[in-house]
């Protein structure tokens, strides 16, 4: 595709249940990043995938996150047993490979309120 | 300790007036670095990227590196209503992980 997909822009789920954010990258893009955007708030790091390489999980908050990527494509961030303080957009990117001067591309976001 | 440090602002500048916007580095490793505008509801956007030490001018916008200062700045040049956003800078990691700082909120009044 043309740009970083992310799936389902909106979620609404109630406290305690599990979600499933969807993140397809741009084709060719070796590099994948989560991130936690609160209301008002900064980039808050998540996870981060380089091609077939370990992740570097360090900024998920609790053991209740998690994420996985398959080769060098789409993504999923699984939140489980959901708490109101996981309301937030969560933001997924992708950019060229190690070596290679690359900004970051944006999704558009899934925006997850819990109720 | 941080890899940027931003002030959060928010930064109010009158309509067409310059803006200066500044970010502050820990990494001496860091060469280059991008700056981001996030609009209130969207998703960053790159704007600038800088990959030498001076000046780089692209239209309104002129990002400034000082290496020895480890200090990058964004100029924006006749400021519109438009501008108003919250700007991001990061380090160019060549594909690795990235930590942002928290981006300076910039207000232009019309």
């Known amino acids: 595709g043309a740009g970083v997909s992310q799936s389902p822009s909106n979620k609404v789920t109630e406290k305690g249940k599990d979600v499933e954010l969807r993140c397809d990258p741009i084709s060719g893009h070796t590099a994948l990043y989560w991130y936690r955007q609160r209301l008002g708030q900064g980039l808050e790091f998540l996870i981060y995938?380089?091609?077939?390489?370990?992740?570097?999980k360090s900024g998920l908050p609790s053991d209740r996150f998690s994420a996985e990527r398959t080769g060098e494509s789409v993504s999923t961030l699984t939140i489980q047993r959901t708490q109101q303080e996981d309301s937030a957009v969560y933001l997924c990117?992708?950019?060229?490979?190690?070596?290679?001067?690359?900004?970051?591309?944006f999704g558009n976001g899934t925006r997850l309120t819990v109720t | 300790q941080k890899e940027v440090e931003q002030n959060s602002g928010p930064l109010s500048v009158p309509e067409g007036a310059i803006a200066s916007l500044n970010c502050t580095y820990s990494d001496r490793g860091s060469q280059s670095f991008f700056w981001y505008r996030q609009y209130s509801g969207k998703s960053p956007e790159l704007i600038m990227s800088?990959?030498?030490?001076g000046d780089k001018e692209d239209g309104r916008f002129t990002a400034q590196l000082n290496k020895a200062s480890q200090y990058v700045s964004l100029l924006i040049r006749d400021s519109q209503p438009s501008d108003s956003a919250t700007y991001l800078c990061?380090?160019?990691?060549?594909?690795?992980?990235?930590?942002f700082g928290a981006g300076t909120r910039l207000f232009v009044k019309a």
């Open positions: 995938f380089q091609g077939n390489s370990a992740p570097d």
């Open positions: 990117a992708s950019s060229l490979g190690p070596g290679q001067n690359s900004p970051l591309h």
């Open positions: 990061a380090p160019n990691t060549g594909g690795f992980k990235t930590i």
């Open positions: 800088i990959y030498s030490n």
